[in-house]
């Protein structure tokens, strides 16, 4: 399938983890779905009023596996901006379904390693283009994004890492097909997800 590297302005500004609320709308606030996994359904309100479709349930499904015991990493924020009429840019088809999902080490130190994340942006990449050749109404932006990580210990500068920004677009002539192809869209990005969380940073050896 298609993906590409995102370089937004809008979307690149440094951002925290954990955050407390969203700037556009305050009673969209972070949630810890390591320790709290049971919100994960009840909680992500752009999800809601989409219950019930196929590819809804795909995206519960990567946000419950990505902050579970088997991955390595977890979720900092997502969004799903539903169905909207296609403004043409990208598709000639009359309607598009959009999101995002952001991501990062469960070992929080490990990003504030530029080359760990440069390598774990790259991982995701290369299974998204192997994925699925024949979809063409689907595409996945990879962005590097910087965060702070307020949890780690020491001043400030030491709290400056990154973290991987996935943005996901996906196009149809009617609801159906645009939710069928945003389906195939998620079930490709939870792949890619699952083959870079295998790769496990390596851990640095004490001189």
């Not at 951002?15 to 779905?33: E, I, L």
């Not at 995206?59 to 009429?85: K, M, R, V, Y």
Request: aromatic share 8%; glycine share 6%; with cysteine.
């Amino acid at each position: 399938m298609k993906v590409y590297e995102l370089r937004d302005p809008a979307h690149l500004r440094r951002r925290a983890h954990p955050w407390v609320d969203a700037d556009a709308d305050p009673s969209h606030r972070y949630y810890d779905f390591r320790r709290h996994p049971e919100l994960i359904r009840s909680s992500l309100e752009d999800l809601l009023p989409w219950s019930g479709n196929a590819s809804t349930e795909t995206f519960f499904q990567l946000i419950e596996w990505l902050n579970g015991p088997e991955s390595t990493l977890e979720s900092n924020d997502c969004a799903f901006n539903g169905l909207s009429a296609n403004d043409g840019s990208h598709s000639d088809l009359r309607f598009e379904a959009s999101g995002r999902l952001m991501v990062l080490f469960r070992d929080l130190a490990c990003n504030t390693s530029p080359a760990r994340v440069g390598n774990l942006a790259q991982s995701i990449a290369r299974a998204l283009s192997l994925a699925t050749p024949s979809l063409e109404e689907g595409v996945v932006g990879v962005s590097i994004v910087e965060v702070q990580v307020t949890t780690l210990p020491g001043p400030p500068a030491r709290q400056r890492g990154q973290q991987v920004m996935l943005s996901f677009w996906a196009w149809g002539d009617d609801e159906g097909e645009t939710l069928s192809n945003l389906n195939l869209t998620l079930v490709n990005l939870g792949d890619a997800l699952r083959t870079a969380s295998s790769h496990r940073p390596r851990q640095k050896r004490p001189l």
